[in-house]
C-alpha cells in the first residue's frame, strides 16, 4: 500500500463537525483571510476551494442562501455572471492556465458536496494537468498553498 503523508489533514479529520451551512457561516463571520475570500460583490462572495480539484479552485456563491438557481433574482444572477468573469481574468493573469472547467452541481447526486448553499466552480486547468497521480493511484497533488494563492489573487483584485 501506497502512502501520502498529509500530517494537516489531522486538523479537518480531528475536529468536531459544525452544523449549519458553511457558507452562511463564512460569510457572516467576516475573517475574509482566515475563510480565502478572495472578494466580496453586491450578492456573491468569491472562495477558494479547501478541497480542491485543480490549484486554484474558486467558489462563487450568492449571499443569500438557497439551493436552487431558478430561485435566484435576476439582479442576483447578473452579479454572479460579472464576479465570475472577474474573477476568470484574475485568475488566467495569476495562474496562466490553458482552459477552464466552469461548473454546478445541483444536489448530491449529481456531485454536490455541499447541497444545500448553491455555488459555482470556477476550476483553472493546464494541459497534462492529468498525469499519473491520479490515474495511477488516485491521488491529485496541487502544487500551491492556499495561503500563497490567495495572497497573489488578493494583490491581483486591488
Known sequence: MDK????????????KKDS??????????????????ILRSLHCFVVLNRYPYNNGHLLVTPYR???DFEKLKKEEIFDIYKVM????????????????????????????????HLHFHLVPRWRGDTNFMPVLSETKIISQSLDDLYNKLKKENK
Open 65 to 67: 442562501h438557497t439551493s
Open 20 to 37: 449549519g451551512c458553511l457558507f452562511c457561516k463564512i460569510n457572516k463571520q467576516k475573517k475574509d483571510k482566515k475563510n480565502h475570500i
Open 4 to 15: 501520502l503523508w498529509a500530517p494537516w489533514r489531522i486538523k479537518y479529520v480531528s475536529q
Open 85 to 116: 468573469i472577474k474573477i476568470k481574468k484574475m485568475v488566467k493573469k495569476v495562474l496562466q492556465p490553458d482552459g477552464f472547467n466552469l461548473g454546478l452541481n445541483i444536489g448530491e447526486t449529481a456531485g454536490a458536496g455541499i447541497t444545500e
